[in-house]
């Protein structure tokens, strides 16, 4: 991986007066990123599951992010936390990021539902919105009884076992958010959560979570928007990336293959997020766009997309490659899953846009 320049670290004052950290590594176009759970300014620029993320955007922009309140390297002692509270932490920052012209917005899990009021807020300062694995209605707010009555679990866990030496409720927790994690990056994980905040922060702030609702501003938002989402994500399930999708006006979507909520170096999924994230930015050159989606697909794959790009129905496929037609149907569809697209048109015009050749 490239090196990318050292973070600078600052603070800022929230409209209440709470200490907010927030860092700006690399140079160009301003990507300020919303606040998400489990942050650490310092603690995750070296680690085994953030780090990828974080200097993938500082090699492109210059990226802002910020720990939010109650955690990380900002003000712990925030009192009881509020969602507005968390968009007007976003408005301090990006105050003092002091951006001279429209800027990207990036919005991570929770981070979505700021940036999406941030930018109905202020139409006029957001010139892109990304939101990968967010939602716009918490987990209180969505009409599912038993993930209801999980989280609420989760949520009395925290607030008596989140600092404990023992690692074995931050262990189920962290099995959520990455079960594909390596050991390293698992024990990471578990010791980001014990480093990043209280037991009582833990609980006040997922109970906070919990009732966030902005699915009545999603048609308001002008920014142009891409949605990604890991197509099997247990804390944040892909339906509610469709539901962002399919209620921001021009919203684009692409699903990416991954059991995990935070993705991780190496699988397939990353690459086709940093691949989609700099075509939406126009910073990939378009003869390189699409490389890493197809390097995920196998041989098999890659003929089937080939006579998909002719033309074929699955029947010809089959004829020709002397396998039957279920069997194409299930490539057909890992196909799509790899390269986030839902129809045949799409898999063909994504194929023959960027130069697919078996």
Known sequence: MPSVSRQRIRYVHSADGTQIAWAEAGSGPLLIKASNWLTH?????????????????????????????????????????????????????????????????????????????????????????????????????????????????????????????????????????????????????????????????????????????????????????????????????VAEGRLLAAGIPGALFVEVDSPNHILLEGEPAWGRFCEAVLDFMGLAAPEARGDQAFDALSPRERAILALLAEGLANAEIAERLAISEKTVRNHVSNVFDKLGVWTRAQAIVFARDRGFRE
């Open 41 to 237: 300014l310092e603690y995750e620029w070296e680690s085994p599951v953030w780090r990828h993320w974080i200097h993938f955007f500082a090699e492109h922009f210059r990226f802002v992010r910020y720990d939010e309140r109650g955690g990380g390297m900002s003000d712990w002692n925030m009192g009881p936390p509020s969602f507005e509270g968390s968009v007007e932490d976003l408005e301090s920052v990006v105050t003092a990021a002091g951006p001279t012209e429209p800027f990207a917005l990036l919005g991570i899990s929770q981070g979505a539902a700021q940036s999406i009021v941030y930018a109905v807020r202020h139409p006029e300062r957001v010139s892109r919105l990304i939101l990968y694995g967010g939602y716009a209605r918490g987990w209180a707010r969505r009409g599912d009884t038993r993930s209801e009555r999980e989280y609420g679990a989760i949520v009395e866990l925290a607030r008596v076992s989140w600092g404990k030496d023992n690692p074995a409720f931050r262990q189920v927790f962290t099995s959520r958010f990455v079960p594909g994690a390596t050991d390293e990056q698992m024990d990471w994980f578990n010791e980001l959560c014990r480093k990043t905040t209280s037991p009582e922060n833990a609980g006040d702030l997922l109970e906070m979570r919990s009732q966030i609702d902005v699915v009545s501003l999603l048609g308001q938002v002008r920014a142009p928007t891409l949605v990604v989402h890991a197509s099997r994500d247990s804390p944040c399930p």
